[in-house]
C-alpha cells in the first residue's frame, strides 16, 4: 500500500525544468510526503547562493535544495526568520519550511534561541522535527562537550535512537559520524563538502551530504536532514559578517 496523496497535490510536477524525483510507493505508516525518503540512503543538502548578500554582505533568509545521490530533486527548503534576527543575533532561532515538487510543506523544524557556548551546560541548542507539521517525528539536542560538538537523537516520544560525533578537520570536507545509540557503530555520516575558495570565501552558502541506512525509518531521516540544517547554523553560518566555523569545524 502506498502513502495516502497529500491534499490538492497537482498530477504532475510545476514547469520550471528541474529533475523532481518521482514519489516511490511507501509503507501504509508512511507520513505524506516522506515516501521520498524510503528509497534513498544519502541526501545531498545544497545551500542557494544569494547574489544580495554576495554583494552587501547582510544575512539572508536561506534556501536549499535536497537532492538524492542522483541529482534529482526531492525537496526545497526555505528559512523563516526575521530580518533583524538574521543579521543581529548570533544563535538565532528559525523555523526551516520543506517542500516537495508540488509545493506542499511536508516538513517543519524549528530552531529556538538557545546557547552555544562549550562552558555553558544548560539551554543547549536543539531541533524539533515535524512530519507532516504540527506531528512531532523526533529532535535533535546538543549534548555539553568542551571540544568536539555531539548530538543526541531522539524520537517523538523522547527515546535516544541515534548519537551524532563530530571531529577536527583544518582542511577540505568536515564530518559528522552517525552512530548507533549506545555510541558504538557507526551507521552514517553527516559532512560539510569543501565548495571552492570563491564560495567558501564570499559568502555562507555550503554544501552538505548525508549518508545513513536504507531501511532507517523514514522519520529518523526526515531528523537526520533537520541535524544538518542544526550544525550548519551552528558552525558554519556567517555571524556578524564573520566566519562561524567553530572549534575543529576549519
Avoid at 510536477?13 to 515516501?35: D, K, S, T
Avoid at 530533486?73 to 533583524?84: N, R, T, V
Avoid at 512531532?136 to 527515546?159: C, M, R, Y
Avoid at 564570499?202 to 522519520?219: E, H, K, Q, W, Y
Amino acid at each position: 500500500m502506498s502513502c495516502p496523496p497529500l491534499p490538492n497535490q497537482s498530477p504532475h510536477p510545476p514547469a520550471g525544468g528541474e529533475n523532481w524525483m518521482q514519489a516511490p510507493q511507501g509503507p501504509a505508516n508512511c507520513p505524506p510526503g516522506l515516501e521520498y525518503l524510503t528509497m534513498i540512503d544519502q541526501l545531498l543538502v545544497h545551500q542557494e547562493v544569494e547574489l544580495f548578500e554576495v554583494m552587501t554582505g547582510c544575512e539572508t533568509a536561506n534556501q536549499f535544495s535536497i537532492k538524492n545521490s542522483m541529482g534529482q530533486k526531492i525537496f526545497s527548503a526555505k528559512e523563516s526568520s526575521g530580518c533583524l534576527v538574521r543579521n543581529c543575533c548570533t544563535n538565532r532561532p528559525f523555523n526551516m519550511k520543506i517542500y516537495d515538487n508540488f509545493g506542499n510543506m511536508v516538513i517543519h523544524l524549528h530552531r529556538p534561541f538557545a546557547c552555544q557556548s562549550c562552558w555553558c551546560p544548560y539551554w543547549l541548542q536543539t531541533m524539533e522535527v515535524t512530519a507532516p507539521p504540527g506531528t512531532l517525528v523526533g529532535t535533535v539536542e546538543q549534548d555539553w562537550t568542551i571540544l568536539t560538538p555531539h548530538f543526541s537523537i531522539k524520537d517523538a516520544a523522547g527515546n535516544f535512537v541515534l548519537k551524532i560525533k563530530g571531529f577536527y578537520s583544518f582542511c577540505g570536507d568536515v564530518e559528522f559520524k552517525i552512530l548507533s545509540a549506545d555510541g558504538v557503530r557507526e551507521i552514517g555520516k553527516i559532512s560539510k563538502q569543501w565548495s571552492g575558495i570563491f564560495r567558501e570565501a564570499f559568502t555562507d552558502a555550503d554544501i552538505f551530504g548525508i549518508s545513513f541506512p536504507m531501511d532507517l525509518d523514514v522519520r529518523m531521516k526526515a531528523v537526520m536532514l533537520g541535524a544538518c540544517f542544526l550544525i550548519d547554523a551552528m558552525f558554519f553560518e556567517k555571524k556578524g559578517n564573520k566566519e562561524g566555523d567553530g572549534l575543529g569545524m576549519l
